[in-house]
């Protein structure tokens, strides 16, 4: 992009110096923001199961992105005279922490140090180790009962070694490479852990852990807590069941200490022997710490949703004993094993009941104490049949949320209410290996739909089919197959829920994409006419490996992605990628009349790029350069009917000879003909609409991050714009509200020179309706022959190498486009107006905006 | 056809025989993965593979010296490499001796898929004139 602006400031001699090298800066900055983006939403692709990426992309693409950002950083200090310098500081924490993920170090990601279970789910399992992250996800996201509690940070972890010089010690310790002899691992291990126990906690983390203890107590009542690890699983935590330390019946008072012993057994002798053997550094890591209220459960045990020696054969494991069911986790007692159907109802296929005369449990007090089962019980089922169809029907559900096998943690309270106290992946046996593709069970079963549209998420899941209005608000039973019309972020909120996603439009790179691999959601978009041809259809199988979607239900191929699914996510360079987004992509800054709209405020990369992008306009829009005393020649402020508020830096011929010495202009003045166009297409008729658009709440307030500022604002509202021109050149930088427009147009003499670039985001509204606007522009584009490509809420679009007219025609176009789409992403209620307004435009009706005719207004747009 | 052709996936990440094995053995390939590329030679002086595909840069013999052997040892054998960003140079070396295809990382699976197939044809069919050792 922008090639010719570099060549222009270089040949054009007579720019103010100053101004020519802030452009130049400028002109850099906007290339390396949008190779950052695309950066972004590459990386976001290779989530998806699609391709094979290793650790040399990984580094590539943690080079490629700190290199662009810190290029975006330099180059603002320069146009703003350095007055971001603390950018630099944040790039700096980004990079050395991306680094350190592709180095296979340990990170914490900066966080509170307690976090309540209700505000967690698998996004945080940086924040808060797998453990409790996947617990915080079944809690908000399926109808099961968890108990409640908190988790404390990976980040308090590390600020207690550091501030203890544990971490130094450790480094010290394992200094001199190579493998360490079992003595002394001993050894380091009875001391490093010794340091642990006798610690100090810092202050702020003492207080946040009593305060969330105290809260706890007084809303649940509890008396004792449950102290679990959750280990960041820089190895698949699997490999580390049952190391670390859990702690049963502490009582609040000794919550801190409990605390020091779960961390205090990262050390321990054989955690460290089996990181060694593993080719891991035997004592690098960080855990976070789960505090959740003791269930003073009747029956408790583990269950496993497939057998992981027999996998092929389509049951349940349950090991069962009276009281808590720590015997069964530990293999320290007999306990009642079962073997259930997976299939409903769940019937009981085998029972071994073994003779139990003790059990576990909770004392009056909270304790936890051995006590004596009585003779008359002691051989008899510890559970109910009706007991253990229901514990199936929850461990099918939290699997089909995990999207693999999984080893739950449970127990039955003395209210009979069925509490999951932990989840993991099952390790299913390697033997015997996938054979072929059941090509004849397959083939048992019509295929519905076949390599249509792409694959957004890969993945094997079945359900029933639910076909979802993108108007309506969601609420759709657990384990459906969804089926939408767009991959619009209205159905994001159901995904998690969700066991495929299937829709008639969309793109991979889109959010809901982006949701569906976070979740590992099967999900096929552009499906064309999936709404139709699944429209009556009960239960499907989708299979996203191979793109193809069946009737009914193949426990066949089910179970064989239950099998295979421990080799594709838990790889190593597939949490390194994971965790190195967790950096990169999210953007937070989006609303700049915000209070955090600084840079204190940038936490990722897009972050950074987004403020330095506004920050660099604003600077240049704003600069000093207009005042006399700057005497730079090239500067004008456009006067213009609408309030676009533009200044335009002339490079040479963009306008009349006459404006010399001037310091506005206006529009018959303008002799750049590009910018001339798009002038002429904002300023037709009707195109601009003034009068502010009333405002659905709902959807207003759905965007979290916008704020106060719109309301009562006029849309019309003057912001930073910036041109820079030439007789055959403009690029203009066009912020209008909560949307930013970018037109970056050569018309040369010959027409293979000539190029136009647009790109457009932003909006005020919840992302859903900024989507449907980007898919308005996308449609609007398409038709005059642009290659577009929409990602979220941002379009791009180009076209090259088209006669001289042609050009004309198509920058007024994009000028109408840009004073039409202004407010629509308000209007834009429901899927069916896009097309409304696709018409209105194409047919020159622009207007006022009220509820489209024949559109949904659902009722919600005033 | 694919149920009568052996396929070998060759690279020092794990990772990539792991991703690549089962998409393969569901078309019906006879696979075997290998992480080391010496094993790897041995096994090929055992054994006919009518596919190869290889990592280029690798710790012992490399790609290259793979596909040099297989010229020589198997000249039914179609080669496929894969290749990072940075060593597309030594993968134009490589065309010249004639390697079926490449592949660069990050790549689709779905792309490695139908290339190995037009592989296994060829393979197969040169097979055919050409009795094996």
Redesign the interface.
């Known amino acids: 992009m922008l090639p010719f602006l570099r060549r222009l400031l270089r040949r054009r001699t007579g720019t103010v110096g100053f101004l020519r090298e802030r452009l130049e800066r400028f002109h850099d900055l906007v290339e390396k923001n949008n190779s950052v983006l695309e950066l972004i939403a590459e990386a976001g692709e290779m989530l998806g199961g699609e391709y094979v990426f290793d650790i040399q992309y990984l580094r590539s693409l943690a080079n490629r992105t700190r290199t662009s950002c810190q290029g975006v950083v330099d180059d603002l200090n320069l146009i703003t005279n350095g007055r971001y310098p603390r950018l630099h500081d944040i790039v700096s924490r980004l990079s050395a922490e991306i680094d350190a993920i592709v180095e296979g170090r340990i990170v914490a990601t900066q966080a509170e140090y307690v976090l309540p279970l209700d505000h967690l789910d698998e996004t945080m399992v940086d924040t808060v180790g797998s453990k409790m992250a996947r617990l915080g996800g079944i809690r908000r996201h399926l109808d099961v009962q968890v108990p409640r509690g908190f988790a404390v940070s990976t980040y308090a972890c590390q600020v207690f070694l550091s501030e203890n010089g544990i971490i130094d010690e450790v480094e010290t310790a394992f200094a001199s490479a190579g493998p360490h002899d079992a003595e002394a691992l001993e050894e380091r291990s009875r001391r490093l852990q010794k340091r642990v126990l006798s610690a100090k906690l810092p202050r702020p983390i003492t207080k946040a852990i009593e305060r969330a203890i105290k809260h706890l107590v007084r809303t649940t009542g509890c008396r004792t807590l449950a102290v679990r690890s959750s280990a960041l699983g820089e190895d698949g935590e699997l490999s580390f069941a049952g190391q670390f330390y859990t702690k049963l019946g502490v009582a609040p008072r000794e919550v801190l200490e409990a605390y020091r012993e779960v961390i205090a057994s990262m050390y321990s002798a054989p955690v460290m022997a089996y990181r060694q053997s593993r080719g891991i550094h035997p004592a690098r890591g960080l855990m976070a710490v789960g505090c959740l209220c003791m269930v003073p459960a009747r029956s408790g045990g583990v269950m496993y949703t497939l057998d992981p020696v027999r996998p092929g054969e389509g049951s349940l494991k349950v090991t069962v004993v009276r009281g808590l069911g720590k015997p069964v986790v530990d293999g320290s007692t007999e306990a009642d094993r079962f073997t259930l159907a997976r299939s409903d109802p769940h019937t009981v296929i085998e029972r071994r009941l073994a003779h139990q005369p003790e059990m576990l449990a909770l004392s009056p007090s909270g304790t936890v104490e051995v006590v004596s089962v009585a003779e008359q019980s002691a051989s008899t089922s510890a559970v109910s049949d009706l007991e253990l169809e229901h514990l199936a029907a929850v461990g099918l559900s939290i699997e089909r949320y995990m999207k693999c096998a999984v080893d739950i943690e449970w127990a039955i309270a003395d209210d009979s209410s069925l509490n999951i106290l932990q989840a993991r992946p099952l390790r299913i046996s390697k033997e015997p290996r996938l054979g072929q593709k059941p090509a004849g069970v397959v083939d048992r079963y019509p295929t519905i739909m076949k390599d249509k549209g792409e694959v957004a998420c890969s993945g094997v899941a079945c359900g029933p089919v639910v076909i979802v209005d993108d108007s309506e608000p969601l609420d759709v039973p657990n384990g459906s197959v969804l089926v939408a019309h767009a991959s619009t972020p209205h159905l994001s909120t159901a995904v998690p829920h969700a066991s495929a996603v299937i829709t008639d439009v969309g793109t991979t790179t889109s959010h809901l994409a982006t949701i569906a691999r976070e979740y590992r959601v099967p999900t096929i978009v552009d499906a064309g006419n999936a709404r139709e041809v699944l429209a009556g259809v009960d239960v499907v199988t989708v299979d996203a490996d191979s793109n193809v979607v069946y009737r009914g239900q193949i426990d066949e191929l089910l179970h064989r992605h239950l099998m295979r699914s421990s080799t594709f996510e838990d790889t190593n360079e597939f949490r390194m990628l994971r965790r190195i987004l967790r950096r990169v992509a999210p953007l937070n800054l989006r609303d700049p009349h915000s209070r955090d709209f600084t840079a204190e405020g940038c936490s990722t990369y897009h972050d950074v790029i987004r403020f330095a992008h506004e920050k660099a306009v604003q600077e240049l829009a704003e600069g000093d350069w207009l005042e006399p005393s700057h005497n730079a020649r090239c500067v004008y402020r456009l006067d213009l009917a609408l309030p676009l508020d533009l200044v335009l830096v002339d490079l040479g011929g963009g306008l009349s000879a006459d404006c010399t010495g001037r310091k506005r202009v206006d529009e018959a003045s303008i002799c750049s003909i590009p910018l001339k166009a798009l002038i002429e297409g904002l300023t037709t008729e009707g195109v601009w609409e003034t009068d502010p658009i009333s405002m659905d709440p709902n959807a207003f307030m759905a965007s979290a991050t916008r704020a106060a500022p719109w309301i009562n604002t006029p849309a019309s509202r003057p912001q930073n714009n910036l041109a820079i021109i030439s007789d055959q050149y403009v690029n203009l930088n066009l912020h209008l509200g909560f949307h930013f427009n970018i037109v970056d147009c050569f018309i040369g003499e010959s027409r293979n020179d000539s190029y136009i670039y647009f790109r457009f985001a932003g909006g005020v509204t919840e992302l859903r309706r900024r989507e449907r606007r980007a898919v308005l522009l996308g449609k609007i584009l398409e038709s005059y022959d642009f290659v577009v490509e929409t990602r979220g809420d941002m379009v791009t679009a180009r076209i090259k190498k088209i006669p001289h007219e042609a050009m004309l025609t198509r920058l007024q176009m994009i000028g109408r486009l840009i004073g039409f789409t202004r407010q629509l992403d308000i209007v834009l209620s429901a899927e069916e107006t896009v097309n409304v307004y696709l018409e209105r435009f194409l047919k020159g009706r622009f207007g006022s905006f009220g509820p489209p005719s024949g559109g949904q207004d659902n009722g919600r747009t005033a | 056809m694919s ?1 009568d052709v052996d396929v070998m996936v060759l690279d020092d ?1 794990s ?2 025989c ?3 094995r ?2 393969l ?4 390939y006879r696979v075997e993965t290998f992480t080391d590329s010496q094993s790897a030679l041995e096994r090929l002086a055992a054994k006919h593979f009518d596919v190869v595909v290889t990592d280029l840069k690798m710790k012992g013999p490399t790609g290259l010296d793979l596909l040099h052997h297989l010229r020589t040892e198997a000249p039914t054998t179609q080669v496929i490499i894969i290749t ?3 060593t597309i140079e030594s993968a134009r070396e490589a065309e010249y001796g004639g390697v079926y295809g490449f592949v660069t ?6 792309e ?1 898929m139908a290339m190995v197939a037009k592989a296994a044809r060829k393979a197969v069919r040169a097979r055919g004139r050409e009795p094996q050792p």
Do not use: H, Q, T
């Open positions: 149920n990440e990772m990539v792991e991703r690549l089962d998409p053995v569901e078309k019906g990072g960003y940075a990382k990050p790549f689709k699976i779905k490695l």
